[in-house]
């Protein structure tokens, strides 16, 4: 069964500073995995989805790769602003089903401090 | 290019009611999920509709059902709602079904309270 882990659960860092956030997954025959914003009491907004035959996807200030071997992804954001303060999450498809049917992790919550 | 609309966006009902709630898909979309999350179980999956037709469905009761209609709009329907039900209930859309249809669209979600 595939189960998807973010660790941290929580992240304080000072505006500025570079991060990386980490996303496992358990099995490692996955077809595409995807990234996601959440603010508070807000829907999720897609931020990045690699394919399994890509390592990295960049999106502005935000790069995210894939090691589908070790069943690891990680999330860069370069110079953290306060506005990226929000719960970021990242999904896979479930073994078997679609791009509709995605297990998630219970995401990593990023504070950013001016 | 509007984006997932869903309605309503707060409800609260009392436990034996029964809701339901809608979700319009962005415009060309023909796949629409819906998730459950609460703050213990983070997000979990509900159903997943395409061509009118549920394609795959979640760990959740009976009480759980959904439908899509032929325009691509989709309603989940709760019955007898107990607390344990109380979430934000998260309707998503895609272009189309299986694993090369591109990224997962979400809308702002339903807060459904049950007293």
């Known amino acids: 069964k595939q189960e998807v882990t973010q660790i941290p659960a929580a992240l304080s860092v000072p505006e500025g500073e570079n991060l990386v956030l980490n996303c496992s997954f358990t099995?490692?025959?996955?077809?595409?995995l995807q990234w996601f914003r959440q603010d508070p009491g807000k829907g999720l907004t897609s931020l990045l989805l690699?394919?399994?035959?890509?390592r990295e996807q960049t999106s502005g200030r935000l790069n995210a790769s894939l090691d589908k071997s070790s069943g690891r992804s990680t999330l860069y954001i370069a110079a953290s602003q306060p506005g990226d303060s929000a719960t970021y999450l990242c999904a896979v498809p479930n073994y078997g089903g679609s791009q509709g049917n995605l297990i998630f992790g219970k995401g990593t919550k990023l504070s950013v401090k001016p | 290019k509007a984006g997932v609309t869903q309605t309503p966006r707060y409800l609260i009902k009392t436990r034996g009611q029964q809701v339901t709630l809608s979700c319009s898909p962005i415009s060309g979309h023909r796949s629409v999920s819906w998730y459950q999350q609460t703050p213990g179980q983070g997000l979990q999956f509900l159903f997943e509709?395409?061509?009118?037709?549920?394609?795959n469905k979640g760990n959740f009761p009976g009480r759980f059902s959904g439908r899509q209609f032929s325009n691509s709009r989709s309603e989940m329907n709760v019955s007898t709602l107990e607390l344990g039900d109380s979430a934000l209930y998260l309707c998503?859309?895609?272009?189309?079904?299986?694993?090369?249809?591109?990224?997962?669209?979400f809308g702002e979600g339903s807060r459904l309270t049950v007293l």
């Open positions: 998503a859309s895609s272009l189309s079904i299986g694993h090369d249809t591109g990224e997962l669209f």
């Open positions: 509709y395409f061509s009118e037709t549920q394609r």
């Open positions: 099995d490692s025959a996955i077809y595409n």
């Open positions: 690699i394919q399994s035959s890509q």
